[in-house]
T-cell receptor
């Protein structure tokens, strides 16, 4: 039972263009969402988060959008840079409503930025 | 600032042997997490601690797996006896509190022959 789904295993984007990574979830109890980035042989690194009371959060080149009715979130990276090439994981938790610190991760999307 | 430190980075051992993975969380972080990453199941939570107390161990696959946190700066994940299907990358993470992002170590790549 995959509660957090990233349906695109990979994505290729030209340098300077926008990268859009998508994530869907099924559990309506989730109220906190995060994106992590992972390079080979390293641990995931936190990028950006959003709580369910917001529909958008922005940090520099990274913006996360949350559509609660569709149970969908997306990460926009603009402009895309070669260093953005990595695997991106979406994660979700019922932090506030469920009083848990447990994160459920998606399977990841490999983003390749082409020069 | 030192991040989450895991050791060893790589471990290769034979089936049936005991394996111990170690983790030092970021100082001041009250939560510690153990994850396993495999091709089949992705990144899955095994267990997490709050102030050295196990809170949720529902992800621990079976009794062969055990985790301890004897103090705020050290945790172990033990597999005894190990099996080839335990081969995976094991990550440790810590966070300062609920609703705070988790910070990951670089993982231990475990291979059971």
């Amino acid at each position: 039972d995959q509660q957090v789904k990233q349906n695109s295993p990979s994505l290729s984007v030209q340098e300077g263009r926008i990268s859009i990574l998508n994530c869907d979830y099924t559990n309506s109890m989730f109220d906190y969402f995060l994106w992590y980035k992972k390079y080979p042989a390293e641990g995931p690194t936190f990028l950006i988060s959003i709580s369910s009371i917001k529909d958008k959060n922005e940090d520099g080149r990274f913006t996360v959008f949350l559509n609660k009715s569709a149970k969908h979130l997306s990460l926009h990276i603009v402009p895309s840079q070669p260093g953005d090439s990595a695997v991106y994981f979406c994660a979700a938790s019922a932090y506030y409503g469920g009083a848990t610190n447990k994160l459920i991760f998606g399977t990841g999307t490999l983003l390749a930025i082409q020069p | 600032d030192a991040g989450v430190i895991q050791s060893p980075r790589h471990e290769v051992t034979e089936m049936g042997q005991e394996v111990t993975l170690r983790c030092k969380p970021i100082s001041g972080h009250d939560y510690l997490f153990w994850y396993r990453q495999t091709m089949m199941r992705g990144l899955e939570l095994l267990i997490y601690f709050n102030n050295n107390v196990p809170i949720d161990d529902s992800g621990m696959p079976e009794d062969r797996f055990s985790a301890k946190m004897p103090n705020a700066s050290f945790s172990t994940l033990k597999i005894q006896p190990s099996e080839p299907r335990d081969s995976a990358v094991y990550f440790c993470a810590s966070s300062p509190g609920v609703g705070q992002p988790q910070h990951f170590g670089d993982g231990t790549r475990l291979s059971i022959l």
